[in-house]
């Protein structure tokens, strides 16, 4: 299983960026998706989650300005950000939580990261 995370890049305060992160390999289903960020020297912190069943979550920094979705196979997420500040300058990572074939439970895998700088 992997997940491939892309569209990050440098943009300035107030505008915007869409990541997206895909997963694939043997997967039976996934259930959630999610995004987080880390910036230098601090924790890595939820930005946004989705269930499977579209149920989504914000962390309050980012609530009214980024919205999280998912394609409608469930496989690809996507982070529409906007209004964005120098506050949000991160490496942002998706997370999925996936049922892989012959696996018996669910677990949790990350994508590489993506580096997103808001900056003048």
């Known amino acids: 299983v992997q997940l491939q995370a892309c569209g990050g890049g440098l943009v300035q305060p107030g505008g915007f960026l869409r990541l997206s992160c895909a997963a694939s390999?043997?997967?039976?289903?996934?259930?959630?998706m999610g995004w987080y960020r880390q910036a230098p020297g601090k924790q890595r912190e939820l930005v946004a989650s989705?269930?499977?069943?579209?149920?989504?979550n914000y962390a309050g920094s980012v609530k009214g300005r980024f919205t999280i979705s998912r394609d409608n196979a469930g496989s690809t997420v996507y982070l529409q950000m906007s209004s964005l500040k120098p506050e949000d300058t991160a490496v942002y990572y998706c997370?999925?939580?996936?049922?892989?074939?012959?696996?018996?439970?669910?677990?949790?895998?990350w994508g590489q990261g993506t580096q997103v700088t808001v900056s003048s």
């Open positions: 989705i269930t499977s069943g579209g149920n989504t």
């Open positions: 997370n999925a939580v996936i049922l892989e074939s012959g696996v018996r439970y669910y677990q949790g895998y």
């Open positions: 390999g043997s997967i039976v289903s996934i259930n959630s």
